[in-house]
């Protein structure tokens, strides 16, 4: 899959850049594609440090309050629901 990630952009690119005339909108699109892959690659090396210095001590301290906003979202989703299914069997 890292194959088709990669190669297939990076021949696509290579083919707007070798233009006589390139396409800017083209450019513009394969310059995004290649920004969010490093973009990508830089975080997914980072989230050891992310989860243990932000996530983690953040969740902890507002477990209780998560699971409290959870527990009323599924109660209205449930709610929600049933009034969906009441009005259908109407």
């Known amino acids: 899959m890292n194959g088709f990630g ?3 952009p990076a021949y696509e690119c290579f083919k ?13 699109f394969w310059c995004q594609y290649w920004v969010l892959v490093a973009v990508f690659t830089v975080g997914e090396r980072g989230t050891d ?4 210095v932000s ?3 953040y969740v902890a301290k507002h477990e209780k ?6 527990l ?9 629901s049933l009034l969906f299914w009441e009005k259908a069997a109407i």
């Open 16 to 28: 707007a850049v070798e233009k006589n005339e390139p396409d800017t909108e083209q450019l513009l």
């Open 49 to 52: 440090y992310v989860y243990n």
């Open 65 to 70: 309050e998560i699971d409290l906003n959870l």
């Open 72 to 80: 009323k979202l599924r109660i209205k989703a449930r709610d929600i």
């Open 6 to 8: 990669y190669a297939y």
């Open 55 to 57: 996530l983690r001590p």
